[in-house]
């Protein structure tokens, strides 16, 4: 065997730990400390099947039983499981209630996953489009009438309506309820995709009309990746958690179970201080707000809807992108700046447009990351 296996000895993250680190997929994702030391009891392989008695979402030792009625009353939903994130419970929802060959419809701002579920579970697409492009990409709710009028129309059956609650490009808020009413009046199952929502700011599911749920663990829970949740009403359970033929207590779309270890124990020991961090969303806007009052002073300019309903801020930044014309360092001048006065998060060699959040963090380290762009925008800009 002829493999080289140092590399694999003392890995280490780039990413150092006392970092500000500005990456929107990864602020909702930081541990708390109760939850990293849940990490040393629980860090071996099935470390949460000591006590199973055939399905992971029964087991009370440690308490995923009690947690998965627990996120299911978070999320005013009926019931819930436990899934390896967003696009797995996606695929579930999608490969259990639809038929091959039925339509999805999403919105435009939808993650690839929705459209990648999709075509795994042989089905076809219909987007919903803009109410606006440049510069809000807002997303025409309204619109879902017609697509869904168009398909049925030709004799084509919709089988799912699906919206990105917050989408990862330009971090949007949809008002889910305005769709949720559109599916209850057309008899259309809906699923609302709450992986930049669920875990970060409320969602209660009866209010949206959402038939099902799904959140990502790693994205928005505090968690360790991979990990997420499902969420369904009563109407639906039955398929959703059928059960096989030849080992009864084995749910097929789980194919048997999900997230057997590490990855649900973060997701539980983080759920404390999840279920009391959504309640500061107010203060998270405040300071998400700040961020682009102050950087469109230096000109940058933020693009999504205005004001910012969700920490995710996409940028234009014309100003950084001169400076990379003149810079050595060409665009990576911006990404060293940052590294050089602990930050962290933003991709390396971008200056045109860049993504950050500042979720989490404290006023004054808030504060510290604006000063310290405005500072490399004035010392290398004209
Ligand atoms: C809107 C949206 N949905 C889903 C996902 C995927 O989440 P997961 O990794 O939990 O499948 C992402 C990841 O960036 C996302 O932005």
Redesign the pocket.
Known sequence: MNINLDKYKNLTRNLAREFINLNP?QRGGILPKEAKKAVYEYWDGYSVCDYCHGRLDEVTNPPIKDFLEDIAKFLNMDYTRPTH????GKFIVMHSICDEGDYVVLDKNA?Y??YVSAERAKLNIAEVGYEEEYPTYKINLDGYKEVIDNLEDKGKTVGLILL?H???EYGNLNDAKKVGKIAKERGIPFLL?C??TVGRMPVDGKEVKADFIVA?G??SMAAS??C?ILAFNEEFADKITKTSQRFPVKEVEMLGCTSRGLPIVTLMASFPHVVERVKRWDEELKKTRYVVDELEKIGFKQLGIKPKEHDLIKFETPVLDEIAKKDKRKGFFFYDELKKRGIGGIRAGVTKEIKMSVYGLEWEQVEYVVDAIKEIVEKYGE
């Open positions: 997929i994130g967003a696009r797995e993650h996953t929705s990105t917050v989408d990862g995709n992986a930049y990502s790693h994205k990746a991979p997420g």
